[in-house]
Every structure is written in C-alpha cells, then in structure tokens.
C-alpha cells in the first residue's frame, strides 16, 4: 500500500492526516472504527448490579471469533487476545521509519483515537507485544452503570478509548474525554448521533449511550461516548494482508466484495445526506466489518486477492461531522477531510458539499482496487506544500485540469493559498486519466463509476443517489 511504503504506519500518521489548525484545534475525530451499531438506550433506573458480577475479558475488537477458510491460501485475522495493547508495537515499528511525531496535531489524534489496534502477523511472538499500560479498574456512570476496563483502543491528545464490558456482558468502546485548555466541542457529534438514531439506517454507527462518569481517569472530564465494540476496517484488513507480502505485490479487495461493500457504503452516504449531515471523513478507517472476518487470499502477477467472507459493513466517525446550511444561511469555507481524500474544491478554497463526500468515496473505492491511495502528496516542511503535492497529483493522475468557472469561484473566495501556475491542457489524445490503472476489460463499470466521481467540477460530479444507482452495483 502506498501509505505504508511511502509514510508512516496509520497510528501516528501526520502524513496522512492533514487538517487545517484553525478548523480542527476545538474538535475531535470520534471514538472509534472499533464500534457497531446498537440503538440508543438509557441506563436509567437500571439496577446495578455487584462488580463481581462483570465478566472481565482480554482485549478484542471481535465479537465473535474470526471462522476460518480451510484453503491453502487461506487466512484469518488474528482476535486481540493474541495482541494485547498492540497499538504499542504499531507506534514502536513507525518510530523506526518515521521522524519525531507532532502530538498536538489533531490528524494524530483522529488516527490514535478512531483507528483499533493494528492487526498482527500469525508469526508474531509474546516477547513481540508491551504489557497494557495503568487502566482504571472500572468506569461507573452517575447513573451507576459500571463497565469493566479490559484495554485501551488508543488515547490522543483529546480522548481516551477503553476497551470496556457492560453489566449486559456485551463488549463495548468508550471514549473519555480529556481536560485540555481548549476544550473538545461534542455538541456536533451528538447532534449527528441524535439525528442518525431518530432515522436509523443499518450500514450507519449509532451510540448506545453516552453519559457523565463518577470516577473520570487523571487528566479526564467525566463525560463518557460508549458504542458496541466490533470489527476490523477496510484499511485494518488490507493493511494486514499488504504487510505480508513481497514488495512487489500490492494486496486488492476481490471485484465483487469491492461491489457489495461500496453499495453498502453508497447507501449509508446517501442516508447521511437526507439527514442533511457532511461526514467529512470517509476513508478506508472508517468503514468497519461487522461479522465474519475471515477470508482467503489469492495470489496474482503483481497483486494478491482478499475475498471476504462476510462482506456487512457500517460507516462510523461522526467526529467531524457539518451540517447542512439552513435556509438563508451561508456555507463557510474550512479546511476539511483527510489530505489524501481531500476533494480538489476544498483544497481550491471552495466550501465543502456532499459532492466532496462523493471525491473521498471514490478514493476510497480504487484504493480497494490497486491497494494504492489514487492521488498521494509528497512530505514537505509545512502544510501548504503538502496542499500543492496532493493537488498536483490529482491533476496529473487524471490528466485534467481545473475548469475557469472552478478558478474563478476560488478567486472570488479569498480562500486559496496555493500555487495554481502549473495547471495547463492536456491532450486529449493522451489522457487516459484514471482508467490506465484499470487492469482487465471486466473492471470498466467500476471505472466508468469512478470517473464521474473524480470530475474535479463538483457540479459535475456524480450524486450520491446516482452513485448507489449506478451499473456497477446493478447486480448487488
């Protein structure tokens, strides 16, 4: 995978996680691509029950245990009871690879935060995994609910993810916030949680309840997210098939799993936007199985299949959720997603729309195709060279160019910082733009759905509607 060949691991990826500071210092990523659904609920009233009563756990993100493929080439990720704190190992090996890591960067947080322990190979040994650091014995809300500490997902600069069991049994996360002078901002997230459970849809994270804790950990606030614990990510499963292979091999999601979890994902995006909610951070992080983890892999010339064999998924992360303007208000501009599926208006200065949800899912679409990130800035000493990379990238990969109304609008804006001389004309002729990385005739749909998605003119660039429409999920 490019992001791994080319910049640190996801743990502490300042790489990929460029958000401009002055839209992001009050606000934190959510919780968890260690969540699934669950209605939300209330433990009011709810008889306590004796601490001896909880069963304490080791440390998994699985529910249920992964069931293997008897093939040869088959494989299976491995249950964090095998990995315990594993999320160490991730940050030992990066600092390896990588320079000294800003932890005040909030793209480190999101990272740290949303992102579960990285999944180890079967090879790895007790001596390879750190002991789980100090962890508070319990959580107990005021309402005195208790949910037994088992392990910690990740902490960032603005939170903490416990791995937690309920009173039910049930295993769960649960994001604590910090105490820091700039306060994390929830108000967006639960606004977008409240909104998601009062219209419910299956390939979308709800909460199962959220509240203020009694005994808060040091340097903690009492108020607590908690969501039922589940699966691995897209990015956790080709991550982990990816770091077993030959350099010269790329790990791919099958054609038709890419087909069944992308119409899943069109549909949960879709959803979103009749909540008139912006995710603003889809990625492969934070799209999560959420049964049946096992699958098989297939060998090829230059890449290596994953076939699933549970393809169910849920978008998660709400924590940079927007909303929808209202009547009469205006869209301000800010710098928002995920630099590496940043949509080309937001890096013009043009305010964000649900089409630049579509630009990320599309990016995220081929980087289950090649196992690549599409377009990939090059490390520079500040954000606005990374800015210019990442948008000279998505111009000469798709051998277009910015149209004049685009340029003219980011002109009218005052918003653009960047350096716009390099655009010109290709031929046409000799654009092939996204298309040359197509590898055989059977994947056009998928292409021919990807270069409406990657139209750099968002009002040229296909609808979600239209997305989940498309041929290409005809048949799923």
């Known amino acids: 995978m490019k992001r791994n060949q080319e910049s640190p691991p996801q743990s502490i990826q300042k790489k990929l996680k460029d958000v401009d500071d002055t ?9 968890s691509s260690a969540m699934a659904d669950k209605q939300q609920s209330s433990s009011n009233g709810q008889e306590v029950r004796k601490e001896t009563q909880l069963e304490k756990t080791s440390m998994s993100k699985f529910p249920q245990s992964p069931t293997p493929i008897t093939e040869s080439l088959a494989s299976t990720i491995l249950s964090n ?11 030992m090996e990066t600092n390896k690879m990588s320079p000294p890591v800003d932890t005040d960067d909030p793209d480190w947080i999101s990272s740290k935060v949303s992102t579960p322990p990285v999944l180890q190979d079967a090879s790895a040994s007790q001596s390879d995994t750190f002991k789980s650091p100090d962890l508070p014995p319990f959580l107990e809300l005021q309402t005195g609910e208790k949910f037994i500490v088992n392990g910690e997902f990740g902490e960032g600069v603005f939170g903490i993810v416990y791995f937690v069991r309920g009173e039910d049994n049930k295993d769960y996360a649960a994001k604590v916030i910090k105490e820091r002078k700039n306060v994390y901002l929830a108000s967006p997230e639960e606004e977008a949680y409240k909104r998601i459970a009062a219209n419910p849809h299956e390939n979308l994270l709800l909460l199962h309840l959220k509240g203020l804790l009694i005994n808060p950990p040091p340097t903690c606030t009492p108020k607590v997210f908690i969501t039922p614990a589940c699966g691995p990510s897209l990015f956790d499963v080709l991550n982990k098939v990816d770091r077993d292979l030959h350099d010269s091999q790329n790990a791919t999601f099958s054609l038709t799993d890419i087909r ?14 009749t909540l008139e909610i912006y995710h603003l951070d889809l990625k492969m992080d934070n799209v999560v199985f959420i049964k049946d983890f096992a699958y098989e892999t297939k060998s090829g010339v230059n890449h290596t299949v994953i076939k699933m064999a549970g393809t169910d998924v849920k978008v998660i992360d709400y924590g940079n959720a927007k909303f929808h303007p209202q009547h009469g208000e205006k869209q301000v501009y800010e710098s928002v997603q995920t630099l590496v599926y940043r949509a080309p208006e937001v890096l013009l200065g ?17 980087e289950m195709y090649s196992g690549e990130e ?6 520079g000493d500040s954000k606005l060279e990374e800015e210019q990379s990442q948008l000279k990238d998505i111009i000469y990969t798709l051998e277009t160019t910015v149209p004049e109304k685009l340029l003219e609008q980011s002109k009218r804006g005052g918003q653009c910082r960047l350096d716009l001389s390099f655009l010109g004309p290709f031929e046409e002729f000799e654009a092939h733009g996204i298309r040359k990385l197509m590898r055989q005739q059977e994947d056009l749909q998928l292409f021919h759905l ?19 429409g498309h041929e290409f999920f005809a048949d799923t």
Do not use: Y
């Not at 009871?81 to 940050?91: F, P, T």
């Not at 549909?267 to 979103?272: C, E, F, K, N, W």
């Not at 089409?355 to 995220?364: A, Q």
């Open 350 to 366: 043009i305010p964000h729309s649900v089409k630049s949800d579509v630009w990320s899912m599309g990016c995220m679409l081929i």
């Open 260 to 273: 069944k979890i992308g119409k899943q994902v069109a549909q949960a995006m879709h959803h979103l936007e």
């Open 374 to 379: 599409p377009f990939m800035f090059e490390s």
């Open 450 to 468: 990807l270069e409406l998605m990657f139209a750099v003119d968002p009002s040229n660039r296909i609808s979600f509607l239209e997305v989940k």
């Open 23 to 31: 839209t992001q210092e009050n606000k934190e990523p959510t919780s």
């Open 81 to 91: 009871r095998q990995q315990e704190n594993s999320q160490h190992i991730r940050d």
